[in-house]
C-alpha cells in the first residue's frame, strides 16, 4: 500500500487517516474534514517560511528526562479488578470478537 | 543455489531479564494464571503513565557493549500506532528515530568460515500480551504484556541458513554469558522476524525481500530459510517475480504462505511518546557498565587455547555454557594437566549430567575434587578404570578422591614383589598364549596383561604388569 501522506506533502487524504484510525466517514464528513485539514496543514505549513537556521531543532517541550524506577515489583490490580470493567470476560481472560493475523 | 546469491537479515526480540515490566512496576516473566500481574499501564487503561525500568535500559545497553555498537547518550520513545487486541492503547511503545545502540557486529563461525555479521542498531521496547484464539473469540492474558523487549536490527549480511543460525547461535551464547536473558526459546524469550531475498550471481542490488515473521525455533527458522531462498530463486529461474511481503512458516507442512495482506500494515504513523521524556546517559554511567560486562564467548574460547593449551574443540564445548568454563577454569586452577581436566569435564561429568538431565551448578564433584582426581591418575595411584569408578562416587556424593580410594581399597598395585606374583599366576594358567607371544605374537601379551589385571582384581599399575610380563617370558 503506497503512502498517501508524508511529512513533506501538502495534502493528507482523509480517507486515508480514517482508515487507518478504523473510522467510517460519510462522504458529507469526509469532504467536510477534508477542507478542515487542509486548513490546518496549510496554518501549520506557514512554518516552513521561518528563518530558523539559527535554532537548534527540538524534539521536547520539557526539560524532564529519564522518567525511570528501579527495578523493584509492586503489586499491580489483582485479576478481579483487571477484569471487572471488561465487556465480556471468560477463564480469567478478557474476551475480544475473534481476531486472525 | 549457485545461480542465485541469498541474502538474510535479521529482527531479533529479546525478552530481558528483569524482575519488573519495561514500563510498570508489575513482575515480569510470570507464567502464572493469567491476568494476574497486571496494573493500569500494561492493560492500557486510559491515563495510565509509563514509567521506564532503568534495568531494562542497563541491560540493553550493555548488549550494545558487548557488540561494539555507539550508544546513544541520548534517545527517545516513539507510538507505533497499529489496532489489534495484543496492544490496547492502539500502540506500541518503541525507539524508531533515536534508538539506543547504534551499529556494532557479532563474529560468526559457519562451515570452518569466519565472517562479521554487522548490526544496524538496538532498540527497546515492550512486548505486547498473549492471545488465545478460540472457536468464535480470542481470549487476552496480559501478564506478558510490557515485558521489557530489547530488538536487535542485523544488515543482511547473512548468506545461507547456517549463517543466521550461527548468528543466532552467538548472539545467545553472549545474551546468556552476560544474564541479559536466559535466552530459553521455549517460553519466548527469543523472537525472531526473518527477512531474505536473492539476486543473480554476479549482480550486486539486493532482491526483493520477503519477511518471515516471528519465528521461534533454531530449526525452524533453518527450514523456513531453506525452503523461502529456493522458492524465492525458482520463482525468479522460471521467468516470475516476486513482491515485498510477509510471510508465515507452516511448520507442518515445511513451506511459507503470504500472511493475509493486512491493509496499511506498514504506516505505522510513528511519532515521539509525549508521555515520555528523552533518555539521558552520561558516559560515566555507560562505562561503568561496560566494567560489568563478563568475558565473553569467543575471547574466552580464545583463551582457553592460549593459557591452557587446549585443542580448539574443547575450548569450544567448554566455553559453550558459562557455568561449565567456569567449573573447568576452577579445577584447571588446582591442576596441573588441563587437557585431563578437559577430557574429565568434556567426557565423563557432562554425560553423568546429561543422564540424570542436571546442571553443573547441581553437581555434587568440586572442581577440587576433579582436580584432585586428574593428580590420582597421573601419580599412577589409581588406573583409568577405578578412576572412573571414584568418579562416580564423587558425582553422587561428593567428597575427596584420596578418601575414597582409600576406603574402595582402589589403589594401585605398584609393588613389584605382588605384581610378579600376579605375572607368573598368568603364564602358568595360559601357557599356550605364553608360547604364542614368546613365538612373536606380540598381541598376546595385552591378554596377559587383562589376567594379571583380574587376578590383581583391576589394581595393578598395568604398565608395570607388562614390563613383568615381558621380563619373565625372555623379552
Ligand atoms: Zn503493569
Redesign the pocket.
Known sequence: MAMKFSENADRMDVRYVAGLARMALSDEEAARLQGQLDDILAFVGELKTLDVSGVEATDVATEARNAWREDEPAA??GRDTALANAPLARHGQFVVPKVIE | MSDYIPSIGLEVHVQLKTRT?M????PAHEEGEPNT???????GLPGALPVMNREAIRKTVKVGLMIGSRISLRSMFDRKNYFYPDMPKNYQITQQAAPLCIGGAVEIEAGGQRKTIRVNHIHQEEDAAKITHMETTSEID?NR??TPLMELVTEPDMSSPDEAIAFLTALKEMLIYAGISDCNLELGHMRCDVNSSVRPSGTDKLGVKCEIKNMNTFKGIHRALEYELERQAETLRKGGTLVQETRRWDDEAGITLPMRSKEYAHDYRYFPEPDLPPVVLDAATVEAWRAELPELPAVRRARFVKDYGLPEYDAGVLTADKAISEYFEAAAKKSKNFKAVSNWVMGELLRALGEKGQGIADAKISPEALAALVALVDARTINMPAAKDVFQVLFENGGDPAAIVKEKGLAQVSDAGAIDGFAEQAIAANEKVAAEYRGGKEAALMFLVGQVMKLSRGKANPQLAADALRRKLGK
Open positions: 499491580g490490580l | 515490566k514500563f510498570c512496576a508489575c500481574t497486571v496494573c493500569p499501564v500494561c492493560i496480559f504484556a510490557s
